[in-house]
């Protein structure tokens, strides 16, 4: 789904404290995170590059959120499920769950721990195998799960 013309504003002016038609380029993750777009480190520090100033207006957020190389959660979707399954030997469809916890505060754009307790308190974890569905996490985190400060 894709945010509004209206929403974009909104946000914008939101992030637009002293209401000058200008945001800081720090605040450009949040921005489009809040939008629903699921930017990585490695994409905002490429776009605050590309921005080249200290400063972006209306126009520069709205050019940025049409740009398809900034991903949403459901875009990303089918990536996460073949990544897990690649992990997954045995094909069970599970991950243990301190495997996971591992792997999400250590790798690529790493969670504190706090946020994958977070994130642990949402999903069912066996008690019994310690595992978790990987597809079931998927769907938690593109569905909506909100994962932290930006």
Same mark, same amino acid.
């Given at each position: 789904?894709?945010?509004?013309?209206?929403?974009?504003?909104?946000c914008f002016s939101i992030f637009d404290k002293d209401?000058?038609?200008?945001?800081?380029?720090?605040?450009?993750?949040?921005?489009?995170?809040?939008?629903?777009?699921?930017?990585?480190?490695? =994409?905002? #520090?490429?776009?605050? +590059?590309?921005? /080249? @100033?200290?400063?972006?207006?209306?126009? $520069?957020?709205?050019?940025? *959120?049409?740009?398809?190389?900034?991903?949403?959660?459901?875009?990303?979707?089918?990536?996460?499920?073949?990544?897990?399954?690649?992990? =997954?030997? #045995?094909?069970?469809? +599970?991950?243990? /769950? @301190?495997?996971?916890?591992?792997?999400? $505060?250590?790798?690529?754009? *790493?969670?504190?721990?706090?946020?994958?307790?977070?994130?642990?308190?949402?999903?069912?974890?066996?008690?019994?195998?310690?595992?978790?569905?990987?597809?079931?996490?998927?769907?938690?985190?593109?569905?909506?799960?909100?994962?932290?400060?930006?």
């Amino acid at each position: 789904m894709s945010a509004s013309a209206d929403q974009i504003q909104e946000c914008f002016s939101i992030f637009d404290k002293d209401n000058d038609g200008k945001v800081s380029v720090e605040e450009i993750g949040g921005c489009l995170r809040s939008l629903g777009k699921s930017p990585t480190m490695g =994409d905002i #520090e490429a776009l605050k +590059t590309e921005i /080249g @100033a200290k400063d972006f207006d209306i126009n $520069t957020l709205k050019s940025i *959120y049409k740009n398809p190389k900034i991903k949403t959660p459901q875009d990303q979707q089918k990536e996460m499920l073949d990544a897990f399954k690649a992990l =997954d030997k #045995e094909g069970h469809g +599970t991950i243990q /769950g @301190a495997e996971l916890r591992q792997l999400l $505060t250590t790798l690529g754009d *790493y969670l504190s721990t706090a946020e994958v307790d977070e994130l642990f308190k949402e999903i069912s974890v066996d008690s019994t195998t310690g595992a978790v569905s990987y597809a079931s996490l998927v769907n938690t985190i593109v569905t909506g799960y909100p994962l932290g400060g930006f």
